[in-house]
């Protein structure tokens, strides 16, 4: 299947540049740490790019990018790319360790981040470190008048940016995108979903995902403005609709979990909301008929610029949404092992070329020969996806080649995860996997093999994983075992292993979780949310100090908590009371004070 001929315009400084003089009070970025017009964001990155040059950043160097989701993490990046600098995506949340060694692996000369993160990342040899303050402002203003400095624009095959995913070595690999992919991304964006100056648009997703990729460039290479979604919202359905809606916002991406759960939704008529886009995970549900916006289910890669598949979900289809067809600049053909086509119809291998294929792997050039692979037309990446190319042309997604996991979005190497925990004293040898149907439920368990007779608890071990993995990283749940099961060729059984998990008695589940020991729930509210709670955890029993959240919860299972909560209490518990008070005994504490309030204030009104 052969992309359409397409001609890449200009790369995205220009096009910003643009804005930035035929509509300079036109709102380009509001945050929590403020709103900055496209003047002003051009100005503020124009002086941070001037920094960067005066400590020495050349065209093409690695410059590490650590900031929260904010006007500053914008500000930033474009001052890398004015620079011509290459912007490595980095989260802060990361714990420190994975912080430090991705600035290391990438070789990046300097890193800009706040105060904070400067502190935790300590010196970091002689790396430079550029710390901006909120709205993107820098303490230090005696540097070169930005003015003065020329500046040239980035060219097609330029690096653009380098977001790491989950490596099958133990370690993350550097994807390093090109300009040339980007602008194909900002142009089918830009076409596909008819975005303009008058669109409001949100940024939601982490800053080291490559989803904010997506996020901020087409919406400001467009003069569009950016809205960033405050944290407590993020995966509060009902708390994020209606700030969606007040926002006035035109065209959102929400990764699956978060999609699934806000199209069930009702939505006012009034709702601005044109476009809902989605992807990171298998979508499960279609939209109920007469939502007011089209759901557009999309698919990708970091190695293929974010986007390579989309299409909308029709309410009236039958089956599991599709993935869609190829956006412009993107061939996508179903190969077998060979790497040669399959009949139309046939399961194979997605196969994804064109100009949204990136350079390669970051110092990884085994790695990159075994992935990108050479074709007719030119370089093309072996995604390892399973698909089937419907009569339609749009795709069937049928799984994984190997044994790589989807958790929220992430594409996750469980080698990595693996690597982790072997490396507790604690632990001889370990696997995992992630269990549950929909992205919203999934969550990772890990199998241990014991070194000898200690077996760390649940919390011990997951403190221990979160000093070097991300948290979406870490099992909520832990199986010991005598040994891992293996197949007749001395592999991983998988299948034995999702056997295991399905078919666990409630003792052992209990003495997996270190239940017995915990005190049952004793008032008849207790009681009746333990039930609740058991049968939205999938779990046997729970105990009253036992933690929500580390039972597996996440904020999409908070949110049908809670409509259960009203349901059977007329009381509102809010997301916010949940991540704070997130044990049973003290939810039937929020639930027993409320209903006492609720019944005091109708004493008093009636």
Not at 151 to 168: F, H, K, M
Request: net charge negative.
């Amino acid at each position: 299947m052969s992309a359409e001929v397409v001609t890449l315009g200009p790369t995205v400084v220009a096009l910003i540049d643009q804005t930035a003089a035929s509509s300079p009070e036109s709102l380009a970025v509001r945050g929590s740490d403020g709103t900055l017009t496209y003047s002003e964001l051009l100005a503020r990155s124009e002086r941070i790019a001037a920094r960067l040059r005066q400590i020495g950043i050349m065209p093409g160097d690695l410059v590490g990018l650590c900031l929260e989701r904010s006007t500053s993490l914008v500000v930033g990046a474009l001052a890398i790319f004015l620079a011509e600098g290459v912007y490595v995506a980095i989260d802060p949340k990361y714990p420190d360790e994975r912080i430090r060694w991705m600035l290391d692996d990438s070789n990046s000369v300097a890193v800009v981040c706040d105060g904070a993160i400067a502190e935790r990342i300590g010196t970091g040899g002689d790396r430079a470190k550029v710390i901006l303050q909120g709205g993107g402002t820098l303490d230090d203003w005696s540097i070169p008048d930005a003015r003065d400095v020329p500046r040239n624009l980035p060219e097609p095959l330029d690096l653009a940016y380098v977001v790491y995913t989950s490596g099958s070595t133990g370690q993350p690999k550097g994807v390093m995108v090109e300009h040339a992919g980007l602008t194909n991304l900002i142009e089918w964006h830009r076409s596909a979903f008819a975005l303009g100056p008058n669109d409001r648009c949100t940024q939601i997703a982490s800053p080291g995902f490559d989803a904010a990729v997506w996020e901020i460039w087409p919406t400001l290479a467009v003069g569009a403005s950016l809205h960033v979604v405050p944290d407590a919202l993020r995966n509060d359905p009902i708390g994020l609709r209606d700030w969606l809606v007040a926002e006035g916002i035109t065209v959102t991406f929400l990764p699956t979990a978060v999609a699934e759960g806000i199209i069930g939704l009702p939505w006012p008529q009034h709702a601005a909301l044109r476009f809902l886009l989605t992807g990171g995970d298998a979508l499960t549900r279609r939209p109920p008929t007469g939502l007011g916006f089209t759901l557009v289910n999309n698919y990708g890669l970091s190695e293929t610029a974010v986007v390579a598949t989309s299409g909308s979900v029709d309410p009236a289809g039958e089956g599991p949404p599709t993935i869609g067809g190829a956006i412009r600049g993107v061939v996508a053909e179903v190969l077998d092992e060979q790497l040669r086509p399959v009949e139309r119809g046939a399961i194979g291998e997605l196969v994804i070329g064109g100009v949204a294929v990136a350079r390669g792997y970051l110092d990884r050039p085994e790695l990159t020969a075994e992935r990108f692979v050479d074709g007719r037309g030119g370089k093309r990446y072996r995604t390892g996806d399973l698909v089937r190319l419907r009569p339609d042309g749009e795709f069937d997604f049928l799984g994984r080649m190997d044994d790589q996991l989807s958790i929220r979005g992430f594409r996750v190497e469980p080698a990595e995860i693996i690597s982790a925990m072997n490396s507790h004293p604690a632990i001889r040898a370990s696997a995992t996997l992630a269990v549950g149907g929909s992205s919203a439920d999934r969550q990772l368990v890990g199998y241990l093999v014991s070194s000898g007779t200690d077996h760390p608890n649940r919390d011990e071990l997951g403190d221990f994983l979160g000093e070097s993995l991300p948290e979406y990283l870490v099992p909520t749940r832990f199986v010991w075992l005598d040994e891992l099961p293996l197949t007749a060729h001395g592999k991983i059984d998988r299948e034995a292993l999702a056997a295991l998990d399905r078919d666990a008695t409630d003792a052992s589940v209990d003495e997996i979780r270190e239940l017995p020991r915990d005190e049952p729930p004793r008032t008849p509210i207790q009681t009746a949310i333990a039930s609740v709670l058991v049968e939205l955890l999938g779990i046997p029993a729970i105990g009253l100090n036992e933690n929500f959240f580390l039972l597996g919860g996440h904020s999409m299972l908070g949110a049908q908590l809670i409509v259960r909560l009203e349901n059977l209490f007329d009381v509102e518990i809010t997301l916010r009371y949940l991540f704070d008070h997130p044990t049973l005994a003290e939810i039937a504490v929020g639930v027993e004070n409320q209903a006492a309030a609720d019944a005091a204030d109708g004493a008093r009104t009636g």
